[in-house]
């Protein structure tokens, strides 16, 4: 897959929403300056989860245990979200994204960034026909609090060429987890034991769950 240059970015975000190789980023502030040679740069919103603590002194990647709902922040521009050192938020970008048929892209921390010790970054890869807002998982590895200020560029979004290109007609079927977001979005699992049975895994154990019964161990 060949990374798209600017000028091509610039041409797809020109053309009318209804052909199906049109580019939607917005909004786009300050659209000089937002332009690398092969890549755009994309702004941090203003809403935020926060994790907490869970029912067990554990999680794991099931869609029924254990159950823990995410603090969901919303911070006012020109206010900040503090960090602190070795945490790990869910932050989104300013920008609704729409995709082409034809196009994936991922998203990579502005080094500006990086170098303050903070890793930003989405799933990472974004597909073709993707909608929404990009969930950002921002990690603050440094060994100080970081505060993190709505409006500020977060990230470079570089997008490439599917070669040989899908059938247009595919970007009518859109599917998967995370479609059309505005807010972060929490994690979602399948049922972990159908999950595994697909691979022919009858019995999963949990900390403390028999792993037939669904009961208490003893």
């Given at each position: 897959m060949a990374v798209v240059q600017s000028s091509e970015i610039q041409r797809?975000?020109?053309?009318?929403?209804?052909?199906r190789e049109s580019l939607v980023i917005t909004?786009?502030?300050?659209?000089?300056?937002?332009f690398s040679v092969d890549s755009i740069d994309l702004r941090l919103g203003g809403h935020f989860l926060l994790p907490q603590v869970p029912p067990q002194p554990y999680a794991t990647l099931d869609s029924e245990n254990p159950k823990t709902v995410p603090l969901h922040v919303h911070v006012p521009w020109g206010k900040y979200l503090v960090v602190p050192a070795h945490q790990t938020v869910l932050g989104v970008t300013l920008e609704?994204?729409?995709?082409?048929?034809?196009?994936?892209?991922?998203?990579l921390t502005k080094s500006s960034?990086?170098?303050?010790f903070v890793v930003i970054e989405t799933a990472p890869w974004i597909h073709p026909s993707y909608r929404g807002c990009l969930t950002l998982e921002i990690a603050n590895v440094s060994?100080?609090?970081l505060l993190l200020h709505p409006g500020v560029r977060i990230g470079q979004l570089v997008l490439q060429a599917i070669s040989p290109p899908p059938d247009p007609k595919e970007d009518l079927k859109l599917k998967g987890n995370?479609?059309?977001?505005?807010?972060?979005e929490a994690p979602?699992?399948?049922?972990?034991?159908?999950?595994?049975g697909g691979i022919g895994i009858t019995e999963v154990d949990l900390p403390g769950?028999?792993?037939?019964?669904?009961?208490p161990a003893t």
């Open positions: 797809r975000l020109g053309l009318s929403i209804k052909d909004p786009l502030l300050n659209e000089r300056d937002a609704f994204i729409k995709l082409p048929f034809d196009l994936s892209g991922q998203i960034i990086a170098r303050t060994n100080t609090p995370y479609l059309g977001p505005v807010y972060p979602k699992f399948k049922n972990l034991k159908e999950e595994l769950i028999c792993a037939n019964c669904k009961l």
